[in-house]
Structure formats: C-alpha cells, structure tokens
C-alpha cells in the first residue's frame, strides 16, 4: 500500500504565496455560481458552546466546480489576548481528495477567512450598490474593516471618499492615517455621528467586534443606498426588516439568529440568497429602494478559496511535507 502524506500550510506559508484580493473576489464569486448551478453540498453550521462568550464552529462543504472538500474548524474566546496574551481567534482548514476522501492539506485559516469575508462583501457590493458610488461609511476599524476597504475598492473604484466610525478616537484616526498612505485618491474622514454617515454613505458596512446591543438604525440608510453587515445581526436593530430587499449567503442561518434574537419574530418575508442575485437579473440596485447584504461567510467559499491556496502551494513547493500513513 502506498504511503500517503499531506501538506502543512502555516499563515506566514500562505502569505508567501501573495494571493490577491482580485483572485479571491473572483473565487468567491465562482463559488455563488456554483451554487445557483447545484454543485454545492453545504450542511448547516455545527456551534459548540462551552461557556458564555466562547464558541467553536465546524463548517464543511463540498463544491464540484471547482472539485473541493474539507471542513474549517473555528473557535473564538474573547478575552484570550487580554488574560493571556493569546489571539481570541483560532482557525484550521482539513481539506481532502474528493476523489479518494484522504486528507492532502491542513492549513492554518484564519488570515484566508479575513480575505474571504472581505470578498463576500465586495461580490454583494458589485452587484447591489450604486453603480457610481462615491462615499462608503464603516462602522468598526479592526482588521476585517481593513481588508474590506481593499475588497471593495477592487470593484468601486470610483470611492474617493470613506467615512470611518469606531468606539475610540485614536483607532479610527489610525486606521485613515494607515489607509489614506495606501490610497492617495481617496479622503479618508474619522467621524463619531452614525446617524449622518449612513445618511450620506452610498455603501455602509457594518463590521464590529463587540456590540451588546444593536446601535444602527436601517431607517437612517438613504434612499438607493446598501448597508452591508459582515457582524450579523448583532449591530442592527429590527429596522432592518423593512428593508426593500434582503440578502444574505445563507437565508436559513440568517433566519434563525433572527428568531433566536428577537424571540416574538417570526421570519417570514422574502429573503434572498447571493447565488439568487447571481443567477436573477431581477433584484438590481434601484435609487427608490434600498437594501441591506447580510454576508456571514459560508464553507463552500473557505474550502473553494482553500484548495486554490494548495493548489498554488504545490505548484511553488511551500509548506511542509507530513507523513499520514
């Protein structure tokens, strides 16, 4: 019997391979439309939760086009960074042959996940927002807000103007000082009043870390405009669900932490999923409505975006070579 043996990616491996927010946009776009074409198998999310504030995820999933299967193991514990001087995040990514089911690669996922979320929100803003937007607000300034500015401004770039909204003073300075070297082009303003940033935002994109109660209003959003949350439900108060239209990346997650949050709300309007408006010229942005894009991020754009990752790993000989059997 042969030996079989896998490859062990590491963040700094990944980053050595220099893959660009444009490739990721562009596999994640890929795998929406393989969900409008039926080639994906996507189990619901599995959430273990042993104590108040921390959880592990399990997300498998399997796409035929292109052929990728694995699974991303995930856990978040606040406070880890703060008593331990630990990051609050973890997060691997098992992939496996699809055509013999053995494991070929383990890859550590956060950094890819930062790129991947950023991109799922880019794909909801090429096709919903504005066709000329000009102004995008963000609410939150770590560092998905931080990559989402390169994910967004790969498909608008024709924003020359970002508003940035944040708990404290110094983070949202520091982020437009960052930025605004990286971007000549584009003012980059701190700001402190939600109410006017979304009133005057083409693009608002909600991106918190901690929020215990809900702080945006959807009624503030104006007319044409597109609120994008990559935090769910956490930072937006039920408004939301007078909205024109709502889409999400997956319509039965999104119902449930709706159910589960707001626990007299029964879920019953139409609600889209991004591989519909893939596939449907019919939800299209309109200056009379407007809209909110609930991105949570699926497995099937992980395990897509991840095999890719191998792909290019093998062909450049990154990583490290471990013996399975």
């Given at each position: 019997m042969k030996n079989v043996a896998l490859r062990y990616l590491s963040r700094d491996d990944i980053k050595q391979l220099n893959v660009s927010m444009q490739d990721t946009i562009n596999i994640v776009e890929q795998t929406y439309i393989a969900h409008a074409s039926d080639k994906v198998h996507l189990?619901?999310?599995?959430?273990?939760?042993?104590?108040?504030?921390?959880?592990?995820?399990?997300?498998?999933?399997?796409?035929?086009?292109?052929?990728?299967?694995?699974?991303?193991?995930?856990?978040?514990?606040?406070?880890?960074?703060?008593?331990?001087?630990?990051?609050?995040?973890?997060?691997?990514?098992?992939?496996?042959?699809i055509n013999t089911g053995l494991p070929i690669c383990i890859m550590e996922a956060l950094h890819f996940t930062y790129m991947r979320t950023a991109a799922s929100g880019a794909v909801a803003v090429k096709?919903?927002?504005?066709?000329?937007?000009?102004?995008?607000?963000?609410?939150?300034?770590?560092?998905?807000?931080?990559?989402?500015?390169?994910?967004?401004?790969?498909?608008?770039?024709?924003i020359n103007e970002i508003r940035v909204i944040s708990r404290t003073e110094e983070s949202r300075n520091n982020f437009c000082e960052e930025l605004e070297e990286q971007y000549k082009n584009?003012?980059?303003?701190?700001?402190?009043?939600?109410?006017?940033?979304?009133?005057?935002?083409?693009?608002?994109?909600?991106?918190?870390?901690?929020?215990?109660?809900?702080?945006?209003?959807f009624e503030h959003l104006r007319k044409g405009g597109l609120a994008l949350s990559l935090?769910?439900?956490?930072?937006?108060?039920?408004?939301?669900?007078?909205?024109?239209?709502?889409?999400?990346?997956?319509?039965n997650f999104l119902k449930g932490e709706i159910e589960r949050k707001y626990r007299n709300t029964k879920v019953e309007r139409e609600i889209y999923e991004i591989s519909e408006v893939m596939e449907s010229s019919d939800l299209q942005w309109s200056e009379d409505k407007k809209g909110i894009a609930f991105m949570n991020g699926i497995g099937s754009t992980d395990v897509t975006l991840g095999k890719y990752i191998y792909d290019q790993a093998v062909k450049e000989n990154v990583g490290i070579i471990l013996p399975f059997s």
């Open positions: 189990p619901s999310k599995i959430g273990i939760h042993p104590n108040n504030s921390g959880f592990f995820h399990t997300m498998p999933a399997m796409v035929m086009d292109p052929d990728s299967v694995g699974m991303k193991w995930v856990s978040y514990f606040p406070g880890n960074h703060s008593r331990n001087n630990l990051p609050d995040s973890s997060c691997i990514m098992i992939l496996n042959d096709r919903l927002s504005v066709p000329d937007s000009r102004v995008l607000g963000i609410v939150g300034a770590g560092t998905i807000a931080r990559w989402s500015v390169h994910a967004i401004l790969s498909v608008k770039p024709e584009v003012n980059f303003i701190p700001c402190s009043d939600t109410k006017s940033v979304m009133e005057e935002s083409d693009i608002v994109l909600s991106i918190t870390s901690n929020s215990a109660d809900p702080f945006l209003n935090d769910g439900i956490k930072s937006w108060d039920l408004s939301f669900m007078d909205a024109d239209y709502i889409v999400t990346d997956d319509r």
